[in-house]
T-cell receptor, first 115, second 107 residues
Framework: DVKVTQSSRYLVKRTGEKVFLECVQD?????MFWYRQDPGLGLRLIYF???????EKGDIPEGYSVSREKKERFSLILESASTNQTSMYLCASSLSVGQGVYEQYFGPGTRLTVT | TQLLEQSPQFLSIQEGENLTVYCNSS?????LQWYRQEPGEGPVLLVTVVTGGEVKKLKRLTFQFGDARKDSSLHITAAQPGDTGLYLC???????FGQGTRLTINP
């Protein structure tokens, strides 16, 4: 059974703290993604990675960075958390299939609250 | 501006009714996917449509891809409480999701 796990389901941090969100997949997928999900806005792509040590900015990368040192692990970093980063964060992984037709497998999400 | 517009944003109906939700864009997509997300979980893929005019059925769910590959619809027949969730469409090559339709089926 395929699995994407995220380090925390719920997280509460203070403004200005450095926050690490961890994601691990056990499917040997090349691609990994970080999204944030806010009511009425759907899923917005923050960053994605198509290989170890490779990363690409998504639609809303400001205030975030990522790290992919191993194929199975993709970390999202909030260098200095702010209240407008309070959100649900979803990690996903997928195989690389030509023309972008691939299934994404999602983790259960981390609900981050920044106070 | 959303690349993919889903409508309606919210829909609440009684068990046994039929419904249709829509995913529209001004862009052409090589393929389009529908996902369902239940509370406390990540989205799960329901179907991928690739060919213009394609119709796919998944039990009581019927998915259609527009002839011009700019829009798609999801029709549910005889809705059940287990169909409750957030339905998201995704245009494959642009990694873009619509904002979703939150569907509630009341017993």
């Amino acid at each position: 059974d395929v699995k994407v796990t995220q380090s925390s389901r719920y997280l509460v941090k203070r403004t200005g703290e450095k926050v690490f969100l961890e994601c691990v997949q056990d499917m040997d997928h090349e691609n990994m993604f970080w999204y944030r999900q806010d009511p009425g806005l759907g899923l917005r792509l923050i960053y994605f990675s198509y290989d170890v040590k490779m990363k690409e900015k998504g639609d809303i990368p400001e205030g975030y960075s990522v790290s992919r040192e191993k194929k199975e692990r993709f970390s999202l970093i909030l260098e200095s958390a702010s209240t407008n980063q309070t959100s649900m964060y979803l990690c996903a992984s997928s195989l690389s299939v030509g023309q972008g037709v691939y299934e994404q497998y999602f983790g259960p999400g981390t609900r981050l609250t920044v106070t | 501006t959303q690349l993919l517009e889903q409508s309606p944003q919210f829909l609440s109906i009684q068990e046994g009714e039929n419904l249709t939700v829509y995913c529209n864009s001004s862009s052409v997509f090589s393929s389009l996917q529908w996902y369902r997300q239940e509370p406390g979980e990540g989205p799960v893929l329901l179907v991928t449509v690739v060919t213009g005019g394609e119709v796919k059925k998944l039990k009581r769910l019927t998915f259609q891809f527009g002839d011009a590959r700019k829009d798609s619809s999801l029709h549910i027949t005889a809705a059940q409480p287990g169909d409750t969730g957030l339905y998201l469409c995704r245009g494959a090559q642009k990694l873009v999701f619509g904002q979703g339709t939150r569907l509630t089926i009341n017993p």
